[in-house]
């Protein structure tokens, strides 16, 4: 993969659209970007897995946004109901898969020793793995959110990823489908912390987005913060018009 410097908006659709909504929304975005004469940062679009085939046809004709699931199974194949393994994903098309969003850890159980494992499945199919970690509102109450965030990164990280194989997603479960962000302070210091863990781990670059109530009036503020690498959408990825200011909003 390239690109591994330049601001990165993912959209993360979750379980919401159609197969209408997705062919719609990906020709309002794609003409937004020709209209604008080309992207404004490494764009990826998450649809529900259902969706993505229409979505990487839908792309094949858009190169300036890229395709990413929202999870993906630690094993290679085998016998997993209702699970998508990451090769799959990357013969769909997608270049990125989530992993380890904070509501996968809830709704599903799971550890960050599962999130590094579908990371390292990730990575080894050739996706971007795009590693999600967070503290809820508890953690940070009880001034435990570097300690709860370092945990997830190292619990989470496979071995050798890097630049090219890896983003981090800082995501407050708090901020999540909120409207309540952290101040532009509190992003900063859990950014900065995280790249001084990252640096003694991994090759430089990777980059770390900020994910929670993002919107097209804060986007601009949020990722002009130092080490903001971009941001993960939730909500306002589900509107064109929404998700193309945020990714104008890149520096
Ligand atoms: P939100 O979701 O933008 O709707 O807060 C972000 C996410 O969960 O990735």
New binding site residues.
Partial sequence: MTDSLRPLVAG?WKMNGSRAMTRDLLVSLGAALDGAGGAPCEIVVCPPAPYLADAARALASIPGIALGAQDCHAAASGAHTGDIAAGMLADLGCLYTIVG?S?RRGDHGEASATVKAKAAAAIAAGLGAIVCVGETGADRAAGRTEAVVSEQLDGSLPDGAGAESCVIAY?PVW???TGQTPTPAEIGEVHASIRARLDRHLACGVRILY????KPENAAAILAIAHVGGA?????SLDADAFWSICRSCP
């Fill in positions: 993360n969003h509501e995501e901020a999540i489908g994910g929670g109530s993002v993960l959408v939730g909500g306002a």
